[in-house]
């Protein structure tokens, strides 16, 4: 009964390091360097406001992505 348990909890725990292995490289290099691509490109209007949403789009996919596998253990 307590090695099942304590396998799932080990299992848990991995998770939840990689999660935040995940995290940490997404925002701390594909976000900024994103929006570092964005900031230097010479486009305005409607597709200047679309790129814009491209790194708020990264994290919310990001997101979705850690809760699938969070419902999925």
């Known amino acids: 009964m ?3 348990n304590k396998k799932g909890i080990t299992n848990l725990i991995a998770t ?3 999660l935040a292995i995940v995290i940490v490289i997404v925002v701390q290099t594909v976000v900024p360097i994103v929006q570092d691509a964005i900031a230097n490109s ?3 209007g409607p597709a200047a ?12 996919v990001i997101v979705l ?3 699938s596998l969070m419902r999925s253990r």
């Open 42 to 44: 010479n486009i305005t």
């Open 65 to 67: 992505l850690i809760v």
């Open 16 to 18: 939840f390091i990689g």
């Open 49 to 60: 406001t679309l790129l814009n949403l491209v790194p708020f789009l990264i994290v919310v």
């Open 2 to 4: 307590f090695a099942k």
